[in-house]
């Protein structure tokens, strides 16, 4: 039964390429969403 070490393997080259650089960015695409909520409810609060 194949281990983990095979799943790279089994990746084809652009999702390989697709994972390496979603390695080297230093932030996710969650943290856009939480920081433009954190900042839309700042505003929210400041109109109110």
Not at 14 to 30: D, H, P
Request: no cysteine; charged share 15%.
């Amino acid at each position: 039964m194949p281990g983990i070490e095979h799943v790279p393997l089994a990746l084809s080259v652009l999702e390989r390429w697709e994972a390496v650089r979603r390695l080297n960015t230093g932030r996710s695409q969650n943290d856009n969403f939480t920081m433009l909520g954190v900042v839309l409810l700042i505003v929210l609060v400041t109109l109110l």
